[in-house]
């Protein structure tokens, strides 16, 4: 690679192979960044030295390489303390034949995987033109050996860099995954099998982003939910699962706002899934399934509940409100309550809200606990605190905790919202997990996972 390279630099001059870049860049030195063949952003590269081969060759600003790998699903930090480039990735990952260790310096920098060593490279400290501040440059060709490790090719044509995904996943393996985690849903009354839902899937086709939200959606429209439940069991009332009650009737955007793509970059129902991707979207499916996931501080990060909302759609041909106000509300509801935490603290819960002041159907939070002393809106706007950006302390001495939303701005007809509150599990309280209570969803089995985290109950 590094032998095609024959772009110099046309004024200035180069101060030092390891030094800052004082020479101004011609517009020759523009490049693209493309992944799967779509461009993914563009930056000015620098060419100078390399120190290890003698040869001229190409460098790219940190910041654009880092985009280029979120759209990859791989997440990219910078510890400019030991001087390492850190790339975190799901899935299997080839870190055979690590390097002998080396010492980073100013000079000299790491390139981790997951914690591992693969590659050291030259560093380049120079001024990103567009920036106008100085920045780590990386140079190209390191970059692209560690991207093979991760079954991703790359090629330089000498002023633009393409990445492509060297082998996609077969829709069959994907889907053999993903069913499992539908079917663990606790508040189904009956789980379809793909060939029930209408799936048919290839033992040879890629997978794609929107293949995985059709599944779902696939699955949701032939899965009973519970939207009347009764202790004693007698007269449960059931409705199909569906997008029609969901915040978008198609199957790509619901996905999208439920999170599945989180972390994967992916924005285009067409992108072909590489095997971190499907990963993390898995990863993030369990998410949805379950309510809640673990956060390295011991926080859950809660997920609004997959239940069927048809008694809350119901309301739409009540003129309460149109399908698209009410796509809106539930929108803002879901992304909304995704972001909330919640974390034990001796007898308390810490409940953080997110700031929800510039949310589009201006949603305030109303966070009650057992004995209903009221945090935030009950009823009206009610000062400090509605509109989150806040964490609240609450005393777990009641029988549940809610936590509501209710968008304040919808229509003429007055605050409209989800309401969840926490279940009761043999007399303890599930602080963690989160249900529809004004549809009265059953508790049956909810995951030990979840239950396990802020209660005593063993997973």
Do not use: C
Request: no cysteine; proline share 5%.
């Amino acid at each position: 690679m590094k032998k095609q390279l024959s772009i110099a630099f046309v004024a200035g001059t180069l101060l030092s192979p390891f030094g800052i870049v004082t020479a101004k860049a011609d517009s020759a030195l523009s490049t693209t960044l493309s992944y799967n063949h779509r461009v993914v952003t563009s930056a000015e590269h620098q060419v100078a030295t390399d120190p290890w081969s003698g040869q001229m060759t190409s460098w790219l600003p940190i910041y654009y390489v880092d985009e280029l790998l979120s759209q990859m699903g791989i997440q990219t930090s910078w510890d400019g303390t030991n001087q390492t480039w850190l790339l975190s990735v799901s899935g299997n990952v080839n870190t055979s034949q690590t390097p002998a260790p080396h010492t980073t310096s100013a000079d000299v920098l790491a390139i981790e995987i997951n914690g591992t060593v693969v590659e050291y490279a030259p560093r380049l400290v120079a001024v990103d033109p567009a920036s106008g501040k100085e920045t780590t440059y990386l140079p190209i060709y390191y970059v692209s050996e560690v991207l093979t490790r991760l079954g991703d090719t790359s090629s330089w044509n000498g002023s633009d860099w393409s990445v492509s995904q060297v082998v996609g996943v077969p829709q069959s393996t994907v889907a053999s995954q993903v069913w499992p985690i539908l079917n663990s849903l606790w508040d189904a009354a009956a789980h379809p099998t793909m060939s029930e839902a209408g799936v048919s899937v290839s033992t040879t086709t890629d997978t794609t982003a929107g293949d995985v939200a059709s599944w779902i959606a696939d699955w949701a429209s032939h899965a009973l939910g519970y939207v009347d439940y009764n202790q004693n069991g007698q007269n449960n009332k059931f409705r199909w699962f569906s997008l029609q009650y969901e915040a978008s009737q198609d199957p790509f955007t619901w996905a999208q706002i439920n999170g599945l793509y989180q972390g994967t970059g992916i924005t285009s129902s067409e992108t072909t899934l590489s095997s971190n991707q499907v990963q993390t979207v898995l990863s993030n499916l369990e998410w949805w399934i379950d309510g809640g996931k673990t956060l390295p501080n011991g926080a859950i990060q809660l997920h609004a509940p997959m239940y069927s909302k048809y008694n809350s759609w119901n309301l739409v041909p009540a003129n309460l409100l149109t399908q698209t106000e009410y796509d809106a509300v539930t929108t803002d509801d879901t992304i909304y309550y995704d972001k909330i935490t919640v974390r034990k603290s001796g007898q308390n819960l810490l409940v953080t809200l997110p700031d929800t002041a510039n949310s589009a159907t201006k949603l305030a939070w109303s966070v009650a606990d057992g004995n209903w002393s009221g945090y935030g809106y009950q009823g009206g706007p009610s000062g400090a605190g509605d509109w989150g950006g806040i964490t609240l302390t609450v005393p777990d001495d009641g029988p549940f905790l809610s936590i509501g939303e209710n968008s304040l701005g919808i229509n003429e007809q007055g605050p409209y919202g989800l309401l969840f509150g926490t279940p009761i599990l043999n007399g303890t309280p599930n602080t963690a997990y989160t249900i529809d209570i004004s549809d009265l969803q059953t508790v049956d089995s909810l995951p030990s996972t979840i239950r396990a985290q802020l209660t005593n109950e063993p997973s």
